[in-house]
């Protein structure tokens, strides 16, 4: 009895050990930040969650208490109206287009830009513009540009390239083309939305992956170039696989921004002719209809399907770096 | 050298050019639209859309000065604009610093029980979507009367920039030298000073590589601008006020030009601006000599 307690008493008077002062310090300093988060983001997505379950706009919320009012009806309506499966399609088509884009634009530029020459610094400095310029200035330069009336690309298309008259291209749902005699159709609106996304992310993709092509040993190159390697097997078989890792992670950052878009699509379109992805449904049902609950459920089920496509293509992922072991 | 690789090498130097120019004329030429549209008149424009230059007689800094006069004179009020963008963009830098600045620190250089989990946490918040927040958000404000109020703005903008900021800097706090931070315990620092004196001047590059990401995105930032700040004119940020008029008629084209110029021109010289003081900073070591 007496020894253990005068053992406790000694562990009391002991100075604590470097690693439990750090693992104080580390509880400490972390904690602060931790609430931050905890309130600015975790708080509002449980909130969020809540909402999505319960039949609330935005007048009754004011005199409503946080719990009350639980219904299915919001998933219900969002999963039984045709608009929303027609918008998560248009947001997949959206998201995987201006995925691909940015990535494939940058990896061309990341190798035309890869050995020096007169003038890079500054050409690799401007090439950062698209991604750091305010999106609404952008948007409003790509609207004048390929505005019908007074843009540059209908009237240099019309006196360069022969059309007959210049495509509304922001609110043109389908456009006829004839190719080689054949009359198809495109949606020429999403696709240009889609070509928006690739110019203003591509530089992102571009930094990462000349970042990574400058860190590939050069020896590697010499001794294909040796064997007799040409360039597009150099590239093929010693930088892409190099470069495999950078873009697989760059393909999962790009997706989940660009599938969560919603300035640029709202900014040039406002989400109409065939572009209305799921972020602008969730703004209008917020502002025009103040569907509260409505919203809610919606953003709550894009963020579902993401998560799912994101497991889906972890395991396959896993499961070939698996076999590839 | 077999003659296929001798063709393709050839076909690649030349390739390699032409991606080149296309490359600068696809990033750079939108922005010299921007400045010559800003700097012509509006029925120049509609004369003739497809010209690339403005002659002496047509160039005009009308539009400038209309869009930077304030609205009871007439003009678009976009140095108002320009004050809001800046309070808002300044505030939430302060407010992210000093949120994320201890949890990277923490993260980043000390080993403490559930650390790493913390730091996941921290990593998988950026994932969240904006639209999940704005939910929320639009409605905790519309409940406080936060609504049309920039520091509620400032804000929302912690919840956008907390989770990279963190990311940025607790790799930068890892690189700090233990022996530094050895050095000002056996001096007598506590844990605390040691981190003020000692290793947030050292991470001062750091510290304004991450400034200068959350300047940015609050400075670009539209959505939440939209859903609280819509209402209320005078307290409208550059993107909301140029969003706003370009939906219009009344403002011609050239003179949101103009705005458009004003709104890019800050963001653009920060970012080359601090692009070279970074490179520098982040040379200059701490443990040598």
Known sequence: ?325 | MTSRARTEERAFAVLRWVVIAFLALITVLPFCYMLLLSVKPIDALLRAPGDLWVSAREFTTATYREVLRPTSEGGQGFVRMLVNSAVVSLGAVALTLLAAVPGAYAVGRLRFFGGRRVGALFLAVYLFPATLLAVPLFVMFARMGLQGSLTGLAIVYIAQTVPVSIHMMRNYFATVPRSVEEAAAIDGCTRLQTVRKVVLPLAVPSLMATGLYIFMIAWNEFLFALLFLVAEPEKWTVSLGLQQLAGGVEVSKTVLMAGSVVLTVPVVLLFFAAERLLTEGLTSGADKG
Not at chain 1, 51 to 56: C, G, R, S
């Open chain 1, 1 to 325: 009895m007496t020894t253990t307690e005068s053992r406790a008493a000694r562990r009391r008077d002991r100075p604590l050990t470097a690693a439990r002062r750090e693992n104080r310090a580390g509880l400490a300093f972390v904690a602060p930040t931790v609430l931050v988060v905890v309130v600015v983001v975790v708080l509002p997505i449980a909130w969020t969650v809540l909402l999505a379950f319960q039949n609330a706009r935005l007048v009754d919320i004011q005199g409503m208490g946080l719990l009350g009012n639980w219904t299915l009806g919001n998933f219900a309506g969002v999963l039984g109206s045709p608009g929303f499966w027609t918008s998560l399609g248009t947001t997949l088509v959206y998201a995987v287009g201006g995925t691909a884009g940015s990535i494939l634009l940058g990896l061309v530029a990341a190798l035309a830009l890869r050995r020096s020459f007169r003038g890079r610094g500054p050409l690799r400095a401007a090439m950062l513009l698209p991604y750091v310029a305010p999106v609404v200035a952008v948007t409003f330069v790509w609207q004048v540009a390929l505005s019908p009336q007074y843009g540059i690309v209908g009237e240099w298309g019309r006196r360069f390239l022969g059309w007959e008259r210049a495509p509304a291209f922001l609110s043109t749902r389908d456009q006829e083309v004839s190719l080689l005699g054949v009359e198809f159709e495109i949606p020429l609106a999403l696709l240009t939305v889609i070509a928006f996304e690739t110019w203003r992310y591509f530089p992102f993709a571009f930094l990462f992956l000349l970042a990574r092509l400058q860190a590939v040993p050069t020896d590697l190159e010499e001794v294909a170039m040796v064997d007799g390697a040409t360039v597009s097997q150099r590239f093929r078989y010693v930088l892409l696989p190099q470069l495999m890792p950078v873009i697989a992670l760059l393909s999962v950052l790009r997706f989940i921004m660009t599938f969560n878009k919603f300035d640029d699509v709202y900014l040039l379109t406002g989400g109409g002719a065939g572009t209305d992805v799921v972020a602008v449904r969730v703004y209008e049902f917020l502002t025009a209809r103040y569907d509260v609950g409505a919203a809610a459920a919606q953003a709550l089920v894009l963020a579902l399907v993401l998560a799912v496509l994101l497991g889906l293509y972890f395991r396959f992922f896993a499961s070939r770096a698996g076999e590839e072991a």
